[in-house]
């Protein structure tokens, strides 16, 4: 499985901007999209509970791999 989606995060000594970094993923955002966010990005970290909210409200779903139809 390849990711659809991924930005500069993994750098530890280089954070992105949590304001940019949350607008690039809401902007991205599509049907049967992967993204990847690395678990070190202390950015992910402190907006990924309002991404979460945010793609919700805007009617989208997150899935397991196993849940999508082959």
Known sequence: VM???AYEDWNENQQPDEGKSKEK???NLH?????LLHGNSK?????LDSIIK???NMGYEFKSLD???K
């Open 31 to 35: 049907n049967g999209e992967i993204i």
């Open 3 to 5: 990711w659809s989606f």
């Open 43 to 47: 950015t992910n970290t402190n907006i």
């Open 54 to 56: 945010e793609t919700k």
């Open 67 to 69: 849940e999508f139809e």
């Open 25 to 27: 993923v809401l902007k």
